[in-house]
């Protein structure tokens, strides 16, 4: 909402949602028309070696750098909620970032990611979906209690904002589960295309309504403050947005195993034909779970991570591959609606990706690197004092902009 706009922002979610759905069915329409079974004998089916070797990058690439992205969030968040424990010394090294992410990978990540079965994880989503609904009703409710304290910035409602396409990438990144299809699609109980189809409707109508409540909550609070990791506005010493933070950590940390299942299932079919004997399946797991987890601790910006890996890795995955494998696939007359829906799709996908990954290097965003938001301060700005007027939150913002900005 904050690249886009907000009233931009709002229906390039419900686009991109529409087209997530679209390309998730047709995804699997695709495997069904090739007689194949996975994301990658699909695209070597139709495009032959370059074509499985590009996806096979592409595969890699997105979940692997949500690995990444969850790490992230885990020690920025959980970081938070460790200070929060009376007595604990905040400089403390054993609840900074390095080490929570370190030992959040070897007590939870690691051994979830060991599983050999995705279906098992089936309990452990139930648990972060439900732990998303809390957190939910945090940001709601911050929304009503923080929300008229902190001054809107100048543009806040202005109707589109320039790094409309750098939203577009962030958007795919919250919404894709393309890489990870065909695993979920083969471990229902007799999949068919028309039962995935409503499973998939269901979900997406689902996430784009918990989307549009957290975006519409958090841009409402923050409006121009908004940073890539909404948690990164609230401040240290609310004690409800504390246990928000831990739901919130809890939950990436049960999602991350989703994502090294794919990794992990690319490697075994390019390198090992498929099949991974128990002894590789540890080590490759190993491996690409201790990777993740360095560069992790390098990188201390959520905002630049999922933009590049929406443009880059996100965008062809929705918009680009599955469109082409079915225009090249489906002998369905050219006016049917899946082939002219495809033919829209792709070139759109290929226009956002370019233009996407130029503004995301070009036009970063802004981060706070941990760092408190100024209205957090006692001394700078109130935030329970309800009876400022309009022009005192006026005078106090121009303060603390020049303050904020020096």
């Avoid at 139709?46 to 890699?60: A, D, E, K, R």
């Avoid at 390095?98 to 079965?117: E, M, Q």
Wanted: net charge negative; aromatic share 12%.
């Amino acid at each position: 909402m904050k690249q886009a706009g907000f009233p931009l922002g709002m229906l390039l979610l419900f686009w991109v949602s529409y087209v997530t759905d679209f390309s998730l069915v047709l995804l699997i329409k695709g495997g069904a028309l090739s007689g194949t079974d996975t994301y990658q004998s699909l695209v070597n089916k139709t495009f032959g070696f370059p074509g499985y070797l590009l996806l096979s990058i592409l595969q890699f690439l997105y979940p692997f750098i949500a690995m990444i992205s969850y790490n992230i969030i885990a020690g920025d968040t959980l970081s938070k909620v460790f200070q929060r424990i009376p007595g604990v010394d905040p400089e403390n090294l054993f609840i900074g970032r390095h080490f929570i992410i370190g030992l959040s990978t070897v007590t939870f990540t690691l051994p979830l990611s060991l599983y050999r079965d995705i279906a098992k994880l089936g309990k452990i989503s139930l648990i972060s979906t439900g732990l998303t609904a809390l957190i939910l009703g945090i940001v709601m409710a911050r929304t009503v209690s923080l929300g008229p304290h902190i001054p809107k910035t100048e543009d806040a409602w202005v109707f589109a904002k320039p790094n409309a396409i750098q939203a577009i990438g962030v958007m795919s990144f919250a919404f894709i589960c393309h890489h990870n299809s065909f695993l979920v699609y083969s471990s229902l109980e007799e999949p068919t295309v028309a039962k995935w189809s409503r499973l998939i409707h269901m979900s997406i109508v689902i996430s784009v309504f918990i989307c549009i409540i957290f975006a519409t909550c958090g841009y409402l609070t923050f409006t121009g403050f908004t940073q890539g990791d909404l948690f990164e506005n609230y401040c240290r010493n609310d004690d409800l947005v504390t246990f928000g933070r831990f739901c919130y950590g809890v939950t990436v940390i049960l999602t991350y195993p989703m994502e090294c299942f794919v990794t992990r299932e690319v490697i075994a079919n390019v390198f090992f034909g498929g099949n991974l004997s128990l002894v590789f399946h540890i080590v490759v797991t190993v491996i690409v779970v201790t990777v993740a987890m360095l560069v992790s601790l390098l990188i201390d910006c959520l905002g630049i991570v999922l933009e590049l890996n929406g443009v880059l890795c996100a965008i062809p995955l929705i918009f680009i591959i599955p469109s082409a494998c079915y225009l090249k696939l489906s002998e369905e007359p050219k006016t049917h609606s899946d082939k002219i829906m495809s033919c829209v799709v792709l070139p759109i996908g290929a226009v956002v990706m370019v233009f996407g990954f130029v503004m995301a290097v070009t036009n970063p965003q802004d981060c706070t690197h941990g760092q408190e938001m100024f209205y957090c301060f006692p001394d700078n700005f109130s935030l329970t004092n309800t009876s400022d007027s309009h022009v005192q939150q006026t005078t106090q913002l121009s303060i603390l902009n020049i303050s904020v900005f020096q």
